[in-house]
């Protein structure tokens, strides 16, 4: 068994900032890419950001510049730093990791989402 375990989210401000966090825990053997996808309401599951193991990222454009992802590989956590937030920022945030589980099968996981709403 393997969970992805999200904290942070809530309401702020337009221009205000959150930090959303995310730990995998369980039978695991190995995390590769971690990262941060968000779905608005009637909306597709997007990309938001990515790394690596070894910390490379990646960004999508709209959150380029005002939005940080890292990594602790030792905790198996993923941190997003989200500044200058904008209402269009409003969308159910998920954790995902592509985790290798003690009995060798690898896959994508997903934590269970948490809300960020951003009012202008």
């Known amino acids: 068994q393997v969970q992805l375990v999200e904290s942070g989210g809530g309401l702020v401000q337009a221009g205000g900032s959150l930090s959303l966090s995310c730990a995998a825990s369980?039978?695991?053997?190995?995390?590769?890419?971690m990262g941060w996808y968000r779905q608005a309401p009637g909306q597709r599951r997007d990309l938001v950001a990515i790394?690596?193991?070894?910390?490379?990222?990646n960004y999508a454009d709209a959150v380029k510049g005002r939005f940080t992802i890292s990594r602790d590989n030792a905790k198996s956590t993923v941190t997003l730093q989200m500044n200058s937030l904008k209402a269009e920022d409003t969308a159910v945030y998920y954790c995902a990791a592509s985790v290798v589980d003690k009995v060798g099968t690898g896959r994508l996981y997903w934590g269970q989402g948490t809300q960020v709403t951003v009012s202008s």
């Open positions: 790394t690596g193991t070894g910390g490379g990222t």
């Open positions: 369980g039978s695991i053997i190995n995390v590769g890419d």
